[in-house]
């Protein structure tokens, strides 16, 4: 086990203790009330929800193919020292990363255009139940959509550039075995496009605005 | 707007539980795939080097745990067909929320069972051709939890009340 005094173990140690003193000082000064998960969800604007979704959705993804390029890439690098042909042909893996990526900036883009501004003054009585549903759900499935396609993202990426170390260091002795292993690295990048398939399943039903 | 008893059983705010079903089911399916797929792959990266002819069949933990992905995306589409804006009652979401869970987690838990052992089965049986039976037959009970995951899933997701 690494040293527990390296800054990573500092920065989390110091940052769960500020968070269970900060409990604690709540429920010993009869302020309990204030874990409120009902505020959470019923009070805050659905437009925190969407964007919070649209902004992991992206970063995610780029931090998976970002990953996944340096990981692929040192190993191109450094293999092509002794067998420098291998530099063109793996760039296959590094645009494998890539597409990652584009599909993080394509869903966050997509998200992004359901959202419209609604203005609850102008609701009748009768659907004001139906419209404050509707525009929460909307939120919750931007969010929902954008975690989605983020974190799925971020493994696939992690994934493809592992996969495609090992395809460029095997390639680097022995120039047939590249396209094979490349066949895994097909499956780990299938696995971006579940998370894609299914942030646009999310957001189809999303709709916010004041039509019910 | 939360105090009517009309629709008590269906808050404004009852979708969340079920968006985060979905999206849990897809989280973690794709996380332990990705595990599998990755430490599956390093093992076959290093047994192409001394043995090219067995890297198709040491393809096989790799496929399997792209089929946990599959798993989580059946089960991600299947309850994200069942969420409605309105009248989306609190029964059906935390159903939604149960299923998603499940599938998730178990094929987390899969998922990295058949990259440990798919990455130590094709190191073997590069070095002892007799193995190859026996990681086929391993892998597919770590591939079973991950379909137990799946059973409980379209076992909550399909309850109606």
């Given at each position: 086990m690494p040293s527990v005094l390296t800054p990573v173990y500092i920065v989390i140690a110091i940052s769960v203790a500020a968070f269970v003193i900060t409990s604690f000082y709540f429920n010993f000064t009869n302020q309990?009330?204030?874990?409120?998960i009902g505020w959470l969800l019923q009070?805050?604007?659905?437009f925190m929800w969407s964007n919070l979704g649209i902004g992991l959705g992206i970063s995610l993804s780029v931090v998976g193919a970002a990953w996944g390029i340096f990981t692929t890439g040192s190993s191109i690098l450094g293999g092509g020292?002794?067998?420098?042909?291998i530099r063109t042909k793996n760039l296959v893996s590094i645009i494998f990363c890539e597409a990652v990526a584009i599909y993080g900036i394509i869903m966050a883009i997509v998200i992004s255009n359901g959202e419209t501004a609604y203005h609850?003054?102008?609701?009748k009585e009768g659907e004001v139940y139906a419209l404050n549903s509707q525009n929460r759900h909307a939120g919750f499935s931007m969010f929902g959509a954008g975690l989605t396609v983020g974190f799925s993202n971020l493994f696939c990426g992690v994934c493809v550039g592992i996969v495609g170390s090992g395809a460029a260091l095997a390639d680097a002795q022995n120039s047939s075995l590249f396209v094979k292993i490349l066949i895994v690295e097909i499956f780990g990048s299938a696995i971006g496009l579940f998370g894609v398939i299914i942030s646009i399943l999310q957001v189809t039903h999303a709709k916010m605005g004041d039509k019910p | 707007m939360s105090m009517d008893l009309e629709h008590a059983d269906s808050p404004?705010?009852?979708s969340f539980f079920g968006v985060m079903g979905v999206t849990f089911a897809m989280i973690f399916s794709a996380l332990g795939a990705s595990y599998g797929t990755a430490k599956a792959g390093t093992g076959i990266s290093c047994i192409s080097v001394v043995r090219p002819d067995l890297i198709m069949k040491s393809i096989i933990p790799v496929v399997m745990a792209g089929i946990i992905a599959i798993y989580g995306l059946v089960v991600a589409a299947l309850i994200s067909n069942d969420i409605?804006?309105?009248?989306?009652t609190l029964f059906k979401s935390f159903t939604h929320l149960g299923a998603g869970l499940s599938v998730g987690l178990c094929g987390l838990a899969a998922g990295v069972a058949i990259g440990m052992v798919g990455d130590a089965g094709v190191r073997g049986t590069s070095q002892q051709p007799r193995l190859f039976v026996g990681m086929i037959l391993v892998l597919i009970f770590a591939e079973v939890l991950g379909l137990y995951g799946l059973i409980v899933a379209l076992i909550l997701s399909t309850k109606s009340g």
């Open positions: 309990g009330y204030r874990y409120n009070d805050t604007s659905p020292v002794k067998a420098p042909r609850p003054g102008v609701w | 404004p705010y009852s409605k804006p309105k009248d989306y």
